[in-house]
C-alpha cells in the first residue's frame, strides 16, 4: 500500500496497491462490503401497525436503520430493548430515529447524519395512524455492511496517458481532445510485462460506526483468516488426476485469489482453477495439477495470502 490518506475525520480512506493481483484488491472490497462484523437491529415484533407501510416494509425499514454499536460492546448488544409506540392522534407526525425509546446500557445507539449531525428520517404518520414496534439488537457476521463505499479502479499511468493523448491528437484532427481525457484515458493504465493491472487506486468511506483505518484492518484480518483455515482442508483426487480441496463456507472472495496466486507461482501447478457449481449451492471446489506434493502447493499459497494481509495490517 502507497500514498495512504485520511479525510472526513478518519471515515474516508485512499490509497494505492502496487504489484498485487486484481483478485487481492477485489477480495478487500468484497469483505468490506458485506463481511465486516456488524451490529444490526433483529428479533423486530411489530404489535400495532395501522400506518399506509405494510407490515413486512416496516420490519425491513427498522432493520436498515444504522446502529452506532461496534462488535465488541457485547452487553450493549445483549441487554439494549428498542420500542416505539404512538398512539392515534389528530395531527400528521414526523418520526426520526431520535423517537425510539432505548432501554439498555447507554443512549444514543442509532448513527446520525454524519455530516449534519441530525437524526434519520423514519415515517410520517397520518392523522388517527397508530404505531408499536419492539425490537432488540444482534450482531451479523456476513450481509451487514459498515460502508458507503468501497471500490477501486486502475491507477492511470500518467507517462502512459501523455503518449496514447499525443497519439490521439495526431490521428483525430478535429475531434474534441475531451473525449481522451474524459474516457479514453482509462485506456492508459498501470499494466505489467504480460499487460495485466498492477497498480490500483483504492476508496473506502465509512458511514460512521467505525473509522476507515479499522475497517480496513478487520477486512485484512478477516481475509487471512480465511487462508488459515481454508489450508486446513483435507485435499482429494478427482477422476482426471487433479487435487482438489472443497469447502461450503467460501466464495468467489477467496477462490478467485487463490487461482491468482497458485496461477503467479512459477514451476507450482500445471493447471489451476475454481468454480462454484451452482449460485444456490455454497460449495467453492479449487482445484489444480502439480508435479510436486499438494501440501507444498498449499503451503505457498498460506504464505503468499498471508503475506499481502500482513502488507495492509502494517499500513493502515
Avoid: W
Amino acid at each position: 500500500m502507497e500514498n495512504l490518506r485520511y479525510s472526513l475525520n478518519g471515515y474516508r480512506l485512499t490509497c494505492e496497491f502496487k504489484n498485487v493481483p486484481i483478485p487481492f484488491v477485489n477480495a478487500l472490497r468484497r469483505i468490506l462490503l458485506a463481511e465486516i462484523p456488524t451490529v444490526v437491529i433483529r428479533d423486530v415484533v411489530i404489535r400495532d401497525n395501522t400506518s399506509h407501510m405494510i407490515h413486512e416494509m416496516l420490519k425491513h425499514r427498522v432493520e436498515m436503520l444504522p446502529v452506532a454499536v461496534t462488535a465488541s460492546e457485547g452487553d450493549v448488544i445483549r441487554d439494549t430493548k428498542i420500542t416505539l409506540r404512538y398512539m392515534p392522534g389528530p395531527e400528521e407526525r414526523e418520526i426520526t430515529s431520535d423517537d425510539f425509546a432505548i432501554n439498555g446500557p447507554r443512549q444514543g445507539i442509532f448513527l446520525k447524519d454524519r455530516d449534519l449531525g441530525a437524526p434519520l428520517y423514519f415515517l410520517t404518520l397520518k392523522p388517527n395512524e397508530s404505531l408499536h414496534i419492539e425490537a432488540g439488537l444482534g450482531l451479523a457476521m456476513t450481509g451487514a455492511s459498515q460502508v458507503c463505499v468501497s471500490t477501486f479502479k486502475n491507477h492511470i499511468d500518467e507517462e502512459r496517458a501523455k503518449l496514447d493523448r499525443d497519439s490521439f491528437i495526431l490521428s483525430n484532427t478535429g475531434e474534441d481532445v475531451r473525449i481522451f481525457d474524459n474516457h479514453l484515458i482509462q485506456r492508459s493504465f498501470a499494466r505489467d510485462e504480460n499487460e495485466r493491472p498492477n497498480h490500483f487506486d483504492f476508496v473506502l468511506e465509512s458511514i460512521g460506526v467505525q473509522p476507515a483505518r479499522d475497517l480496513m484492518r478487520t477486512a485484512a484480518e478477516v481475509l487471512k483468516k480465511k487462508f488459515i483455515e481454508f489450508v486446513k482442508l483435507p485435499v482429494s483426487k478427482d477422476d482426471t488426476g487433479a487435487y482438489i480441496i472443497e469447502t461450503t463456507t467460501e466464495g468467489h472472495t477467496l477462490g478467485a485469489l487463490a487461482q491468482a496466486i497458485l496461477y503467479n507461482a512459477p514451476g507450482m501447478v500445471d493447471f489451476v482453477s475454481y468454480r462454484i457449481d451452482h449460485p444456490l449451492t455454497a460449495k467453492l471446489i479449487l482445484q489444480f495439477r502439480t508435479k510436486v506434493k499438494p501440501e507444498e502447493v498449499l503451503v505457498r499459497l498460506h504464505n503468499e495470502a498471508v503475506s499481502l494481509c500482513e502488507t495492509v495490517l502494517r499500513t493502515v
